[in-house]
C-alpha cells in the first residue's frame, strides 16, 4: 500500500524560505515520476514541480529560480526547497507519485507566507 506524507510547511514571512519533505512507503521513488503540487485558497491544484524516474527536473514559470525539487532515493524521500517566497505562494501543498496512470496523493502540508 503506497503512504505519502508531507512536512515542513508553517507560517513565513515574505522573503523567507521552507523546506518541505515527502516520505514515501510501499514503493520506491527512484522508479516512478513525483512531483510537488499546490492548492491555493479558492483555487485549482496546480503543478509545482516535478522530477521523473532518470532524474529530470520540470518546474512552473511563477516558481523557476525559487522551488528546488529534489530526493533521496536511499530515504524515499522527496524535498521541495522554497526560497524567496511570495504572499502568492501560500498554498496547500501535495507530495504526487504517478505509478502506472494511477496517482497517489499525500494529504497535504499548508504554507502560509504573510507578514
Known amino acids: 500500500q503506497v503512504q505519502i506524507v508531507e512536512s515542513g510547511g508553517g507560517l513565513v514571512q515574505p522573503g523567507g524560505s521552507l523546506r518541505l519533505s515527502c516520505v514515501v512507503s510501499?514503493?520506491?521513488?527512484?522508479?516512478?515520476?513525483t512531483g510537488w503540487y499546490r492548492q491555493p485558497p479558492g483555487k485549482q491544484r496546480e503543478l509545482v514541480a516535478t522530477i521523473t524516474r532518470a532524474g529530470r527536473k520540470n518546474s512552473s514559470d511563477s516558481v523557476k529560480g525559487r522551488f528546488t525539487i529534489s530526493r533521496d532515493v536511499v530515504r524515499n524521500t522527496m524535498y521541495l526547497q522554497m526560497n524567496s517566497l511570495r504572499p502568492e505562494d501560500t498554498a496547500a501543498y501535495y507530495c504526487?507519485?504517478?505509478?502506472?496512470?494511477?496517482?497517489?496523493w499525500g494529504k497535504g502540508t499548508l504554507v502560509t507566507v504573510s507578514s
Open positions: 510501499g514503493i520506491s521513488i527512484s522508479y516512478y515520476t
Open positions: 504526487n507519485v504517478e505509478v502506472g496512470g494511477n496517482n497517489y
